[in-house]
């Protein structure tokens, strides 16, 4: 056991856990922060994509010993107060489903355009492509980025 201060959401948070314990159980076990979700645990999924200083990462796959003194922003940061132009154009067309996937679906698209404002629909597809929906709401995530761009 360790303890650690991280800085999530422009907030620091100081607490204990063990050193191996993936930022994913730290967001969600001990700073009851669920809107990061467990998908595949194994980094292929996409579930649980948050923001590292600006990158995004799958949060399932880093050690919290390893974050350090990194701004983490999860989704529960990017909309707050105001929904997120991502946020609201997701709303405006109904993305989700059964919604399980899309934290990590929004948290990806608000990467891609912090990087990339216009990006082109074959970028789209490129960039979310790492970001798996059962329900197969692909369509539904590339007009949400290409709404959110406007
Ligand atoms: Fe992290 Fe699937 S839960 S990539």
Redesign the pocket.
């Known amino acids: 056991m360790a303890t650690y201060t991280i800085n999530l959401n422009g907030e620091d948070q100081s607490f204990t856990c063990d050193e191996n314990m993936p930022l994913?159980w730290v967001l969600r076990e001990v700073l009851q922060k669920t809107g990061t979700?467990?998908?595949?645990?194994?980094?292929?999924?996409?579930?649980?994509t948050i923001h590292l200083d600006g990158n995004a990462v799958?949060?399932?796959?880093m050690p919290i010993s390893a974050v350090g003194e990194a701004k983490i922003t999860t989704i529960e940061g990017i909309g707050d107060p105001e929904l997120h132009p991502v946020q609201q154009a997701w709303k405006e067309l109904q993305v989700p489903q059964c919604g399980y996937c899309q934290s990590g679906q929004i948290m990806s698209a608000v990467h891609l355009l912090q990087q990339n404002p216009d990006p082109s629909d074959d970028e789209i597809t490129e960039v979310m492509s790492g970001n798996i929906c059962r329900c197969g709401t692909y369509d539904r995530i590339k007009k949400a980025v290409r709404l959110a761009t406007k």
Do not use: D, P, V
Request: hydrophobic share 25%; charged share 10%.
């Open positions: 994913l979700k467990y998908g595949c645990g194994i980094g292929q999924c996409g579930a649980c799958r949060s399932c796959m």
